[in-house]
């Protein structure tokens, strides 16, 4: 639920969570040292934020250990240590790591098919997808809008030939 572990400073990695699209707020809410998150979702999910995990309390807004994510759905507080993130999941929903400007390697299953729109949109350290460079598995069929716009650190592109839809700004 939201808080679960609210100000648990000394965790760094956050293995094995499954989760939904109702899964609580600020459920590390406080938690600086965060580096690596491995998760997958349950079912199908089309919109999560990340940084929603996060929260935004007074500590957090202070800290200089996290940095500001502003969404549609309001502004979260993410650790600057966050570098690292696992998905085993089909799918990359809509806004997954949106903002997360701290992110440098992204790892994701083998059979991915789609990465919505935003997912990794203003991902600024992003340089590793799937190992060296931007590597998209052969599976990957649809890259949403916007979806990696912003990765500034990214230095070599390899698009499977299965993709069939891009989309604007991707």
Do not use: H
């Not at 100000?7 to 094995?16: D, R, V």
């Not at 899964?23 to 079912?43: M, Q, Y």
């Not at 570098?83 to 806004?95: G, K, M, R």
């Not at 997912?119 to 350290?125: L, R």
């Amino acid at each position: 639920g939201e808080y679960a572990f609210d100000g648990c400073t000394m965790l760094s990695e956050i293995k094995g969570l499954t989760m939904n699209d109702s899964f609580g707020e600020f459920v590390f809410n406080a938690c600086e040292n965060i580096s690596k998150l491995t998760l997958s979702f349950r079912d199908e999910v089309e919109k999560f934020y990340v940084s929603k995990m996060f929260g935004s309390s007074d500590y957090s807004r202070t800290s200089e250990n996290f940095y500001a994510v502003s969404t549609l759905d309001g502004q979260y507080y993410v650790p600057k240590k966050l570098v690292e993130i696992e998905l085993n999941s089909n799918d990359v929903p809509e806004d997954f790591a949106y903002g997360l400007s701290s992110l440098a390697k992204f790892s994701g299953k083998e059979a991915m098919t789609k990465i919505g729109d935003y997912g990794f949109y203003g991902c600024s350290s992003l340089y590793s997808f799937n190992g060296n460079g931007f590597n998209l598995s052969e599976s990957v069929s649809s890259i949403g809008q916007y979806a990696f716009a912003g990765c500034t650190s990214l230095t070599s592109v390899v698009i499977p030939e299965g993709v069939t839809s891009i989309g604007y700004g991707a």
